[in-house]
């Protein structure tokens, strides 16, 4: 045997010995990192600046920014499990505490961004208003984004049909809806006028209490209100896969800022959070306290949080203990409305 051959084998012989271990650390770190848990992470998101995500037509520019917060979530693997357990403001929570039962994963996200598009138009009305300018609103229907399982419209309604009458009663909104659902007990039939496809068609439900609910009733639809609003000059959004209602009141404040000429931002970096209604009302979100710590780390000056009137661990609670936490100098503002959130950034002082 040669000594060449005395080599190759010595070497051989290497490679088997470390073959096996070199498998199982693979294995180790494929599910490490990769499988799976019935878990699901919420961790501080970003803070983006709003003005290249929302533009209105025309509209002015100004020496500070709006931001957009967001929430970061994960399906956990048992790596980033292991590491959320550790970390302040890491969330962790069951799945099934996360998507609503009987609603697959697809149709919660596209609730989500049905409900962004909701909080979009919201926030054009508002703005609209406030500034003056022109807005028309035409109501187009009720559509339905997810139907429960289990519940009597399983089977019978599918995402993406159009309710336009319940027992002949034409219905323009979710709140259309809502109440003459509410109106009605267990047991009770109600004739729903659909449109499927471009196809109209009649049918039948029967309703049955929610579970774990000893009054309230339904039918088990998630539904969102088509609208159509129409304003000028024109403003077009490009939130991509972003979802949820609680970028109302910035999206709101943007919009404003670019139809008015006054720089509402004053020079400041100005983040918020708080889904808003047609009214104007700013309401109560979740992940307040990762919000903060997103703005923070953007450098925001300014943070807005539903007030909730005063209530005790009020979203504005939260925000300001969690502000306080982390050591940030950022300026928690209670609100509950549009123009309390207006009012104070036209009574700010311009930065320095």
């Not at 709003?50 to 709006?66: A, K, Q, R």
């Not at 500034?131 to 519940?151: F, L, S, W």
């Not at 047609?278 to 979100?285: A, L, P, S, T």
């Not at 123009?339 to 320095?352: F, N, R, V």
């Given at each position: 045997m040669t000594a060449s051959t005395a080599g190759r084998r010595k070497t051989m012989k290497l490679n088997r010995k470390y073959f096996i271990p070199s498998i199982i650390i693979l294995v180790l770190i494929t599910f490490l990192v990769g499988y799976r848990l019935p878990y699901y992470i919420y961790?501080?998101?970003?803070?983006?600046?709003?003005?290249?995500?929302?533009?209105?037509?025309?509209?002015?520019?100004?020496?500070?920014?709006?931001?957009?917060?967001?929430?970061s979530g994960i399906t956990a693997t048992p790596f980033s499990y292991l590491w959320a357990s550790i970390r302040p403001y890491q969330e962790i929570t069951p799945i099934e505490n996360v998507f609503p039962e009987g609603i697959s994963k697809d149709a919660y996200f596209r609730l989500q961004l049905q409900m962004m598009e909701g909080s979009q138009e919201a926030s054009?009305?508002?703005?609209?208003?406030?500034?003056?300018?022109?807005?028309?609103?035409?109501?187009?229907?009720?559509?339905?984004?997810?139907?429960?399982?289990?519940?009597?419209?399983?089977?019978?309604?599918?995402?993406?049909?159009?309710i336009t009458k319940l027992d002949n009663v034409e219905i323009q909104n979710t709140n259309d809806l809502m109440d003459y659902v509410g109106?009605?007990?267990?047991?009770d039939t109600i004739q729903l006028t659909i449109e499927r496809e471009g196809n109209e068609q009649i049918e039948e439900i029967t309703l049955q209490k929610f579970p774990g609910e000893t009054k309230k009733v339904g039918i088990g639809i998630s539904l969102v209100t088509d609208r159509e609003v129409t304003v000028d000059p024109p403003v077009n959004f490009s939130s991509g896969q972003i979802g949820g209602p609680s970028a109302g009141l910035m999206f709101s404040l943007e919009i404003y800022d670019q139809l008015t000429e006054e720089d509402l931002t004053k020079g400041y970096q100005i983040a918020g959070t708080g889904e808003i209604d047609?009214?104007?009302?700013?309401?109560?979100?979740?992940?307040?306290?990762?919000?903060?710590?997103?703005?923070n780390n953007e450098g925001c000056e300014i943070f807005f949080a539903p007030n909730e009137g005063g209530a005790a661990n009020s979203n504005y609670q939260i925000a300001k203990q969690t502000a306080e936490d982390i050591g940030s100098s950022i300026k928690v503002v209670p609100i509950d409305t549009f123009?309390?959130?207006?009012?104070?950034?036209?009574?700010?002082?311009?930065?320095?």
């Open positions: 961790k501080p998101g970003g803070a983006d600046a709003l003005n290249p995500i929302v533009t209105v037509n025309d509209g002015f520019t100004s020496e500070g920014d709006m931001h957009l917060v967001t929430v054009k009305v508002v703005a609209y208003q406030a500034a003056n300018k022109t807005i028309d609103i035409q109501y187009i229907g009720v559509y339905v984004v997810a139907v429960v399982e289990g519940m009597p419209a399983e089977g019978i309604l599918q995402p993406g049909d159009k109106g009605k007990a267990a047991g047609y009214d104007g009302n700013v309401n109560r979100i979740g992940g307040i306290d990762k919000k903060v710590i997103a703005a123009d309390q959130a207006l009012d104070y950034l036209k009574q700010l002082e311009p930065k320095a």
